[in-house]
Structures are given as structure tokens and as C-alpha cells.
């Protein structure tokens, strides 16, 4: 583990982080949300953990998510603090920028909630753009991730391991040690990392769990990973900022300045009539 992460400090422009992720697929920006909303998300999400069962290990999918984490979705529907994440204007001027070159607009792809407990194995790395084989061929990033800490990130709890400039290698290339390294960060520090880039959830082995908070934006024209439409009930989407709404998918996928079609329809329209205007 000799590879080292970039550091920006939480006062850095979406250009700042844009360009860091053009040169080396990941960056870490400390200090990224201010401590009070760091123990809002905590605070909101700590009974729904609490509430979670342990998985069954039923098939390797299943592996892939961890035998001692905890993964939660729909986490707008659980935190109300998580709007101001998800809309965060630094977030979208990332994504702005490193989506919006091949689509019209982007959209979330998931929010998930990740505790990796101790005793949890290693997460085969492997890039998040691969959910999408056949569209994970092309030159750029399908999807960007935000990986907020919501507890210390370290080398023994889970960090999440990370392969800088591993966004630009051949597919079959795989890392050495030496090119590999653990986003070791404190509470409210994002680590920020293309779908091209190679990565994983880290071991633990301290038994001090590690809290995360994995923030994912994907190009409007691809299914997202995770279904908000089912997990976040209308009536809360209703009271969500219009930017909000659309990047829980509430607005028709226009993709006919790019020689494309409308998706995303609803009724022959926008999704946006269920929100009642
Ligand atoms: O939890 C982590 O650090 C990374 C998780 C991850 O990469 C994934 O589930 O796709
Ligand atoms: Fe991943």
C-alpha cells in the first residue's frame, strides 16, 4: 500500500476537485461537510442502523456487499439533513463537469449507507462503472462517487482501499501493492473517485466500525443502481428542492439536442406531473 491520494482542502472549488480526478481518479477533500451536518446524517441514520439485521449470505453478490456490513438505501426518505448533500453545489459542479460532457443531465445513482464492522473481509476492488459493462467501454466515467466519512477512516477499520490512476489503465491491468493505497480520513472528509477507478471497501480488522456515506451520480440515461423512485415516498419527494427531485429522477431525460430521445417518461411526459407542479 505505497500509493498516495491527493489531499484538497474542504475550501477547494469543483474545479479544483474536477481537475484532480481528471489526473489521477480519486482525491481526497478533507474537512468536506461542516461538523453539524456530519452529526445530523449520524443522528437521523443511527436508528435505521441500529434496525438493520444481519444479511444472509445467500449468493456472491451478496459477498461482494459484506457478511458484517451494514448497507442502507433510500436515505433520502430516512435523513432529512441528506438534501444538503445531494445538492451540494460543489457535488454538482463535479459533476457538472465530469458527467454533463455526455449527457444532457445527470442523476443520482445511489446513496447507500456503509458500516463495515469488525471482523469484515476485504471487498474484491473492482470499478463501479462495470455495472454497466457494454456503456463501461467508453473513454469517460459513467458514474462519480462521493464517499463521505461519517466515522475516522483507517487503515485497520475498513478504509476504503484505492488504486490512484488506475482510471486511465487497461482493463486487465491489476494493481501491485505499491500502487495501492486507503483513503485514511476523518469524520466529514470526502473521498471522491471516478466509476473508472479501481477500488474497494477495506478490511476490518480493529472491530471499531466504519461509517461511510457512498453519494453516487450517474449520466441521466442509464438505470441508476439504486430505485428511488420505490424507496423514497412521494410525499417527501414533494417537499424536496426541484434540483433535488430531478436528481431522484422527476424529470424526463431530454437527450434530443444530442441526437437522442426523451426517456424517462411518464404518462407521455414528465415524471414531474406527480409532483403536482
Ligand atoms: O465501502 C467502501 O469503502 C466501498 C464500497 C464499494 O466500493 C461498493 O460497494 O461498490
Ligand atoms: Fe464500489
Request: proline share 6%; hydrophobic share 35%; aromatic share 6%.
Amino acid at each position: 500500500m505505497g500509493a498516495t491520494v491527493k489531499r484538497l482542502s474542504g475550501a477547494s472549488s469543483g474545479e479544483d476537485i474536477s481537475k484532480a480526478l481528471e489526473d489521477d481518479g480519486v482525491v481526497i477533500v478533507e474537512d468536506f461537510l461542516a461538523p453539524d451536518l456530519v452529526a445530523a446524517l449520524n443522528e437521523e441514520l443511527q436508528p435505521h442502523i441500529e434496525a438493520c439485521k444481519p444479511r444472509e449470505l445467500k449468493s456472491m453478490y451478496d459477498g461482494f456487499l459484506g457478511a458484517y456490513t451494514v448497507r442502507l438505501h433510500a436515505i433520502a426518505d430516512k435523513s432529512e439533513s441528506f438534501v444538503d448533500v445531494l445538492v451540494d453545489p460543489r457535488i454538482l459542479s463535479v459533476m457538472d463537469q465530469q458527467l454533463k460532457p455526455n449527457c444532457t443531465d445527470y442523476r443520482l445513482s445511489s446513496a447507500e449507507l456503509i458500516e463495515i464492522r469488525g471482523g469484515e473481509a476485504a471487498q474484491p476492488i473492482h470499478r463501479d462503472d462495470d455495472s454497466w459493462p457494454r456503456a463501461a467501454q467508453s473513454a469517460a466515467p459513467l458514474a462519480i462517487n462521493v464517499m463521505i466519512a461519517l466515522s475516522d477512516y483507517t487503515a485497520e477499520n475498513g478504509a476504503t482501499v484505492v488504486v490512484p490512476g488506475s482510471h486511465k489503465w487497461a482493463r486487465d491491468r491489476e494493481p501491485t501493492p505499491e500502487e495501492t493505497t486507503q483513503a485514511v480520513m476523518s469524520p466529514g472528509s470526502a473521498a471522491i473517485f471516478t466509476g473508472q477507478t479501481i477500488h474497494g471497501g477495506g478490511r476490518n480488522v480493529s472491530g471499531v466500525p466504519r461509517r461511510g456515506l457512498s453519494v453516487s451520480y450517474c449520466h441521466g440515461w442509464l438505470v441508476p443502481v439504486e430505485n428511488s423512485w420505490l424507496g423514497v415516498p412521494l410525499e417527501k419527494v414533494r417537499k424536496l428542492p426541484k434540483r433535488a427531485q430531478s436528481l431522484l429522477g422527476y424529470d424526463i431525460y431530454d437527450g434530443t439536442s444530442r441526437g437522442g430521445g426523451q426517456i424517462n417518461m411518464y404518462e407521455v411526459g414528465s415524471p414531474r406531473a406527480l409532483l403536482g407542479g
